[in-house]
């Protein structure tokens, strides 16, 4: 939502598409079992990409894997659902590198989806698990599952843009809302 409203920015994609840079997050809100199971109101992330004059949306997505689609297609099949969020805002963080993690994600595509890393993380909420399990909160530590959807968003920005965008979590824990409230995004519009 708009920070300073408690309503979302509505706006048509094709008025807005040139605001949106290569990098910038972009989070659904729908009810989902990441949604339900997490700590927000956002199911899924990706990143915005430019290729020419095309404005792809690069995901891993449930069924799917890592993939590549355009934006407007996403928009079309889930009006008023998509916000985006700016990367880097003001350019607090001078060092990132959009392209950096705009090849990152594209290296993603054609990955499996990281189901048993998605588990994982949701198990981590239940008040049982919670109390015998300590997740291992080393952002360095080498996962070798496949990655969930915002988990590939802050690998992208961290191990391909240099900017991690929730510190002090790890990116196989990092939820979507934990994106959505992070400092290093900031929400710019609701695209219908």
Not at 14 to 31: K, P, Q
Not at 91 to 112: E, K, L, S
């Amino acid at each position: 939502m708009n920070p300073n409203s408690s309503e979302p920015r509505l706006v048509v994609l094709e008025s807005v598409r040139h605001y949106i840079r290569d990098a910038d997050l972009l989070l659904f809100r729908r009810r989902g079992a990441i949604a339900i199971a997490g700590r927000g109101e956002h199911c899924h992330a990706a990143k915005a990409a430019w290729w020419g004059n095309d404005l792809f949306c690069l995901e891993v997505m449930q069924w799917h894997g890592g993939r590549a689609v355009t934006l407007a297609s996403q928009v079309r099949r889930y009006p008023g659902c998509i916000e985006v969020y700016q990367a880097n805002t003001a350019n607090r963080w001078p060092n990132y590198d959009r392209q950096g993690a705009i090849r990152f994600m594209r290296q993603m595509c054609g990955c499996r989806y990281g189901y048993a890393s998605l588990v994982g993380t949701a198990l981590l909420h239940l008040p049982i698990v919670r109390w015998f399990v300590r997740p291992d909160w080393d952002d360095e530590a080498v996962d070798r599952r496949p990655p969930f959807c915002s988990q590939a968003c802050a690998m992208a920005d961290r191990l391909g843009g240099g900017v991690d965008p929730v510190e002090h979590l790890p990116d196989r824990l990092t939820e979507p809302a934990d994106l959505a409230r992070s400092p290093f995004y900031q929400y710019r519009f609701t695209l219908k």
